[in-house]
Structures are given as structure tokens and as C-alpha cells.
């Protein structure tokens, strides 16, 4: 099933190509060959590159992504497409097809009833601690708990989508 991304958050970019083939790249196996394949192609379909140069000192790694997935359509062992400008003329696989590792409900709670300092996240109905939402937000291609919540930034219930072994609790 196709996973799209798009390159800009609240107007700026959000790297999530770069941040995506970064944990690809250091994850077992060796993409490099990829990389290069799907960076020349990119180029060929839109003139211009993602920004691969930059992405290693000052990016972390995006190893999931958050979705509403309402009808629970996602399940460990499923293909994952991951690419851009879906269902348009232009739309583009930007890696390699992927296993879902395993799937983990999120909730994204603003009702202060738990937490009178702002909203709080469960991950499989558990608590999220500061450490592990930390994590979490950087993992899911955030720099920071806020610019998580700046883009969550309503109550929110959803799958955690993970090509990647990571998982939480």
C-alpha cells in the first residue's frame, strides 16, 4: 500500500525524504546503489535533487509515520510504497519497497485531564513519559516535542506505522 509524503510542514521543509533514506541507509543491508538510483531518478522526473548532501550531521532519521487509518488497513508484513505527489501525473516511489513491521495505535490526548501542562500521548492505551515522546516526535521526523504538537495539534487517534523494528512501550 502507498504511504505519501509530502516535503513541506507548515510551509517549511520537512525534509522527510532525506530523513527517511538516512535511517534507510543505516538500517541492515547495504542502499546504497539504491540511493543513487532513486536520487537519479528524481532528478530526471523534477530537475532538480533532495537535498541528500545535507541530511548528515543535522538530520535524525524518520523510521515511522502517523496515520488516521480508520478502517485499521495496516498490518505487519504489508508492502509499503513510500512516495510523493500522490495520485498526480507526478507522483514518485522515492525508496525501495518496504515491509510494515508492526503497527501500534497512538492517541494524542488535549482534554488536560491527565496532564494539566498540555496534551499527552498514549501508545498502545500506555502512557508516552517525556523520554520516550521525545523520542517518538524525533522519530517520527520532528526536531522537537513542540514542533510534534504544533503539527498534532488537536485530539488525534491513529495507527504508528513502522517500517523499521523500532516500537514504543
Not at 7 to 18: A, K, S
Not at 102 to 124: A, C, E, K, M, T
Not at 136 to 159: K, M, Q, R, V, W
Request: net charge negative; proline share 5%.
Amino acid at each position: 500500500m502507498k504511504l505519501s509524503f509530502g516535503t513541506e510542514v507548515n510551509q517549511q521543509p520537512n525534509y522527510f525524504l532525506e530523513k527517511i533514506w538516512k535511517g534507510l541507509l543505516q538500517g541492515p543491508g547495504d542502499l546504497e546503489e539504491s540511493y543513487q538510483n532513486y536520487q537519479r531518478r528524481y532528478l530526471e522526473k523534477f530537475g532538480k535533487c533532495w537535498d541528500g548532501d545535507t541530511f548528515g550531521e543535522f538530520l535524525e532519521p524518520k523510521l515511522h509515520t502517523i496515520r488516521k487509518d480508520i478502517n485499521n488497513e495496516w498490518v505487519a508484513g504489508m508492502d509499503i510504497q513510500l512516495v510523493v505527489n500522490i495520485k498526480t501525473p507526478d507522483e514518485f516511489q522515492f525508496a525501495p519497497t518496504l515491509k510494515c513491521q508492526s503497527v501500534q495505535r497512538i492517541q494524542i490526548d488535549y482534554s488536560n485531564l491527565i496532564n494539566d501542562d498540555g496534551p499527552v500521548v498514549f501508545i498502545d492505551y500506555e502512557l508516552l513519559d517525556h523520554e520516550t515522546l521525545s523520542r517518538l516526535a524525533i522519530n517520527d521526523g520532528f526536531p522537537t516535542i513542540s514542533d510534534f504538537f504544533f503539527y498534532f495539534n488537536e485530539e488525534f487517534t491513529g495507527n504508528l506505522i513502522h517500517w523499521t523494528p523500532v516500537k514504543y512501550t
